[in-house]
């Protein structure tokens, strides 16, 4: 089954405590994408990837750090997490072709203390 | 840059009424236009799309027409169903770089029985 899939789906820590979102894909896609979902915001893009070793900023990347050393893996690291980074993440990933739709994990809902 | 508005919500019907939400947005060049879905707790679902101008995208008895002179990509249903209720998002691929997604604020739309 073609599926996104992020770990941990909750996690409530506190500021300045160094945490890892993981995100995996089995679709062999080329681009990979994070997100931030905001009350009457939408999401928000945060960095993405376009192949191996490839990344680049969003709209919202102050405070997140993304690596790419594997075409199906695609971690969202928040060295030192704030409050003001409590949301819900989202993982995607799409073909390189910007035409075909993305598709996504089903959240990780971040609470930071 | 690209930009996307969405009618505001919440939007409250009743079964088998008539459902339009609002989808205007800003681009430069031909972008991809999208609804996506997002049901209580889960991911993004891409519910249908449109690549070019006068396409229609339907599914599950959803519409949306691509209006270039009008900017526009309304949702419609002609008869909702209380399973249809959930968030709604409008979203645009850009037709330049990376193609980023760019998503209106979403719509919550519930269906009374």
């Known amino acids: 089954e073609a599926q996104v899939t992020q770990n941990p789906r909750y996690l409530i820590t506190v500021t300045g405590k160094k945490l890892t979102v993981t995100c995996s894909q089995n679709?062999?896609?080329?681009?990979m994408s994070w997100y931030r979902q905001d009350p009457g915001l939408g999401l928000r893009q945060i960095y993405y990837?376009?192949?191996?070793?490839?990344?680049d900023k969003g709209d919202v990347p102050e405070g997140y750090k993304v690596s790419r050393k594997e075409k199906r893996n695609f971690p969202l690291i928040l060295e030192s997490p704030s409050p003001n980074q409590t949301s819900l993440y989202f993982c995607?990933?799409?073909?390189?072709?910007?035409?075909?739709?993305?598709?996504f994990g089903d959240g990780t809902r971040l609470s930071i203390l | 840059g690209n930009s996307v508005t969405q009618m505001e919500g919440p939007v409250t019907l009743s079964e088998e009424a008539f459902l339009t939400i609002n989808c205007t947005y800003t681009?430069?060049?031909?972008?991809?236009l999208f609804w996506y879905v997002q049901y209580p707790g889960e991911g993004l679902q891409l519910l249908l799309k449109?690549?070019?101008?006068?396409d229609k995208g339907s599914n599950k008895g959803f519409e949306a027409t691509y209006r270039k002179e009008t900017t526009s990509f309304h949702l419609e249903k002609g008869s909702v169903q209380v399973s249809d209720s959930a968030v709604y998002f409008c979203?645009?691929?850009?037709?330049?770089?990376?193609?980023?997604?760019?998503f209106g604020q979403g719509t919550r739309l519930t269906i009374n029985p």
């Open positions: 449109a690549t070019k101008a006068d």
């Open positions: 679709m062999n896609h080329e681009y």
């Open positions: 979203a645009l691929s850009g037709s330049r770089g990376a193609q980023k997604l760019v």
């Open positions: 681009a430069t060049g031909y972008p991809s």
């Open positions: 995607a990933s799409r073909d390189i072709d910007g035409n075909q739709p993305q598709h």
């Open positions: 990837s376009m192949n191996v070793e490839v990344t």
